[in-house]
């Protein structure tokens, strides 16, 4: 890669010297050109050794992707099983959390009461929020419930976009049958078309 | 296996062609929902774990077409597509999409999944596969991705070999706001394959200039900046060179190499003293940077080449020092990766909550093993062995998550059937009492309906007599009976009473026929709803029976096959944590050494060049010159 190395300096003369500035200003290009193209990935070559390594990775990388569907259909067993065995389907409650089609809403927290009794407190990332923005729907809370009549109760914590806090509670009564029951609640700001807490039955 | 810039071309189109975030507008299934939160944080295990149930469910169910999925199924087999692939489940990428375009589905429907296919097989380096996806693409376009089908069509021409082609396709796609800066980009890549080198330089000097505030398309204009100088330096044609590598951002990652190129047209051009400015601000940078390290032998070899020896030596001596602590630092690297601790740095869960965590691991202090492999793992190969071993240490950790709730499980069922076996028997006694009870009254009322029933077609007043008058009428008969038999002296008289006595309530049960009738059938209503009531407690308590023993019997075959499987996976992903790990320990190492074997040997240079420069400057004061 350099022109010079160890040994070769060692014989090298003072005067002799002088005249290698030439030489070193071609190797440093030189090199200089070798790292500029690597780094831009416009004409480097891959090496055997580099060859190999890459069919290595190859060929973990496809083992690794039949480790990844082994797992995943563990996991669709064992969700059929803590659901019949967590909260089977008589007793089933699950409360989902969405917001309102280009809600600017900053959400920090919703707290969720049934038959007031705190069910949960969930706190809001920037991640989760950007999440829920973009459509995403998030279950809230799963748990179980007697059939019959019941109240739910939905408090919000949130920011507005001109910065200043937003706060709603409601309360909905709700009917559990036989079937699992899933409540979806649809939160938008004071701004939107339909603002506040909605709640609906899927 | 492709080159480098077919790479290269692939990061770029990825990144312009990068799936739009899915929105749920008028969302029909909470658990689609569910799945795209979880993709939108980037949790895709999570998202295809509740998307591939769901699609399981909904193509189970006798009418499909009535299951809330229904309304996004096409979405939704997109949708998992994009997932697995973003898992990096290229294998199985693709499959869903496929069964869209084998199904009697419109053509607009066919021409997005084709699309989406295309781009699977793009991103899987399969671009033949690619370029047959979009052959199948026919009529009329959806507007929204009309333009990246072109974009993605250039690029599948351009990993093919094609660039004619690709040239044809970017040229018409230039005004496409969405894509500006990538498509000006690959259309100057595209030129310079096609072997149309002036044109390829004029467009990625159009390229270098565009303006834009978005990160991607900065990063792009740089890109191109840096592409166009490098052929510029290599043509002679320095000014040119400079001008490309001066407009690329002072703080982008193309920055320090920038700036040493900029140098180095400065040199070429015989221009040392304007070298110096561009050196000068980049030996002040991060010392692992390979531009900066070139920079410091650089920067003295400017000042000596304009005979100021003595600041050449002492620049020269700094480079030693510098050269000399960072193959320091390199052997730390290189000891501390055998220690194994790069492998534990990269799975630090706090420094993942950031984007650029790869980045950021070289600023933690205790980090050293990461400090020289920053441009390595930036790399395609590396990025890929790594996210396999977070995918595979994630995997890890739910698995011995699930472990652990098998023994939960256990215990659960172990709970509920101590507490229900004592019960159930008791319970079950008592509920078959209350049974027989129940159905002697269902009976009843059956016979009772039946009996209203009747009447509409023969009426039969007597039927709906009170019981006191029944009670009466059972008189009168015995009293009829006893004037029969006792034959006495004034028996008609007793009989007309007798007679007068039943003629009254004879009278009465016809007269009040119609509103006993009304009134019987609204007894009967009544004793209906109680009925009802009675049998959904029947059902609701028949159920609760059930659950009850569902809720711990039958478990333990699934519960042990599912503890096999896991046990079976977690040795299986143990494996291959250590595999991925030791191909990353080594890529790493190997890395390190390439760095080590660079600085000995500008090392070697310097060391030669401080002495040189020393003896020059000794001369140069004795010939009473500035040294």
């Known amino acids: ?202 | 296996m492709r080159g480098p810039l077919h790479w290269l071309l692939m990061e770029m189109a990825l990144a312009a062609v990068a799936a739009r975030p899915s929105m749920a507008a008028d969302l029909r299934d909470l658990y689609f929902g569910e799945a795209l939160y979880q993709a939108n944080q980037g949790q895709y295990f999570d998202a295809l774990e509740r998307l591939d149930a769901e699609l399981a469910q909904h193509h189970r169910v006798d009418q499909p077409e009535l299951d809330s999925l229904q309304y996004h199924i096409r979405q939704a087999d997109f949708s998992v597509g994009d997932f697995e692939l973003r898992y990096r489940m290229h294998l199985r990428a693709g499959r869903a999409i496929k069964a869209v375009l084998d199904a009697d589905v419109d053509q607009p429907v066919k021409n997005e999944a084709a699309y989406r296919l295309a781009r699977i097989e793009f991103q899987k380096d399969q671009p033949e596969d690619a370029l047959h996806a979009l052959e199948r693409i026919q009529g009329t376009v959806p507007v929204n991705i009309s333009d990246d089908v072109e974009f993605l069509r250039a690029n599948v021409y351009l990993a093919l070999g094609r660039p004619a082609d690709a040239v044809e396709v970017l040229r018409r796609l230039q005004s496409a706001e969405r894509l500006k800066g990538f498509t000006a980009y690959n259309l100057g890549i595209a030129l310079l394959q096609a072997g149309h080198t002036p044109e390829a330089l004029r467009q990625l000097d159009k390229a270098g200039q565009i303006e834009s505030g978005a990160t991607v398309t900065a990063a792009i204009r740089d890109k191109s900046n840096m592409v166009l100088g490098s052929f510029m330096l290599r043509s002679e044609d320095y000014a040119h060179a400079e001008l490309a590598f001066d407009r690329v951002h002072l703080e982008g990652p193309y920055s320090n190499l920038a700036l040493l190129s900029t140098g180095w047209a400065d040199v070429s051009a015989h221009d040392y003293q304007k070298a110096l400015t561009p050196w000068g601000v980049l030996i002040e940078r991060d010392g692992t940077d390979a531009a900066v390290q070139e920079a410091r032998l650089a920067l003295p070899f400017a000042y000596s080449k304009l005979r100021v020896y003595g600041r050449a030596a002492l620049l020269y001596g700094q480079a030693l020092d510098s050269f000399g602590k960072e193959l320091e630092k390199v052997d730390a690297s290189t000891r501390s990766i055998r220690a194994g601790n790069f492998l534990k740095a990269l799975v630090r869960e706090e420094i993942k909550q950031d984007n650029l965590w790869v980045v950021r691991l070289r600023a933690l202090p205790d980090t050293p093993e990461t400090f020289y492999l920053t441009e390595l793992m930036a790399s395609n190969d590396f990025q890929t062995a790594l996210q396999n071993y977070l995918d595979m240490e994630d995997l890890r950790r739910r698995l011995i998550v699930w472990q652990g709730g098998f023994n939960a499980f256990e215990d659960l069922i172990r709970l509920r059937h101590a507490n229900y076996e004592p019960l159930l028997p008791q319970v079950d006694a008592h509920f078959r009492e209350l049974d027989s009870r129940m159905r002697v009254r269902l009976d009843q009322r059956d016979h009772l309906q039946k009996r209203l029933q009747d009447i509409l077609t023969a009426p039969r007043p007597a039927l709906l007599a009170t019981a006191d008058e029944r009670v009466a009428l059972e008189r009168l008969r015995r009293i009829e009976t006893a004037l029969r038999q006792a034959g006495g002296a004034e028996p008609a008289a007793e009989e007309a009473r007798v007679q007068r006595l039943r003629g009254v309530l004879t009278w009465r049960l016809n007269t009040e026929y119609p509103e006993r009738l009304t009134q019987a059938h609204k007894n009967l209503h009544a004793l209906n709803d109680d009925v009802r009531a009675l049998q959904e407690r029947y059902t609701a308590f028949v159920r609760a029976r059930q659950a009850a023993v569902h809720s711990y019997a039958g478990y333990d075959q699934p519960i042990r096959r599912l503890r096999t499987r896991v046990d079976e996976a977690l040795e299986h992903v143990d494996t291959l944590l250590a595999r991925q790990g030791h191909v990353i320990e080594a890529v790493a190492i190997d890395e390190l050494n390439t760095r080590h074997q660079r600085l000995e040997a500008y090392q070697v240079q310097a060391r030669y060049a401080v002495a040189d420069s020393y003896d020059r400057a000794l001369k140069e004061r004795a010939s009473g010159g500035t040294p």
């Not at chain 1, 831009?40 to 580099?50: G, H, K, Q, V, W």
């Not at chain 1, 990775?57 to 690794?64: I, N, P, R």
């Not at chain 1, 669709?76 to 409650?93: C, I, M, V």
């Not at chain 1, 309360?171 to 409540?183: R, T």
Request: aromatic letters at 6%.
């Open chain 1, 1 to 202: 890669m350099l022109a010079y190395d160890s040994n070769a300096v060692s014989r090298h003369s003072w005067a002799a010297s002088r005249g290698c500035a030439a030489l070193r200003l071609h190797a440093m290009r030189k090199h200089f050109f070798v790292v500029m193209s690597a780094l831009l990935c416009i004409c480097a070559r891959t090496s055997p050794a580099d060859e190999s390594a890459r069919a290595q990775m190859k060929g973990l990388d496809e083992q690794v992707q039949e480790v990844k569907s082994d797992v995943l259909s563990i996991a669709a067993e064992l969700n059929q099983l803590e659901e019949k065995l967590l909260y089977p389907s008589d007793t089933h409650l699950a409360v989902f959390v969405m917001l309102a089609h280009g809600e600017t809403l900053r959400l920090d927290a919703v707290r969720i009461q049934i038959d007031g009794r705190p069910a949960t407190h969930y706190i809001y990332s920037f991640k989760e929020l950007d999440a829920l923005r973009k459509g995403g729907v998030q279950r809230i809370y799963s748990g179980n419930i007697a059939t019959g009549a019941h109240d739910i109760e939905v408090s919000v914590s949130a920011k507005l976009a001109n910065g200043k806090d937003y706060t709603q509670t409601e309360h909905f009564p709700f009917a559990k049958e036989i079937k699992p029951k899933l409540l979806g609640v649809m939160l938008a700001g004071p701004d939107a078309t339909q603002p506040g807490i909605h709640i609906g039955d899927w």
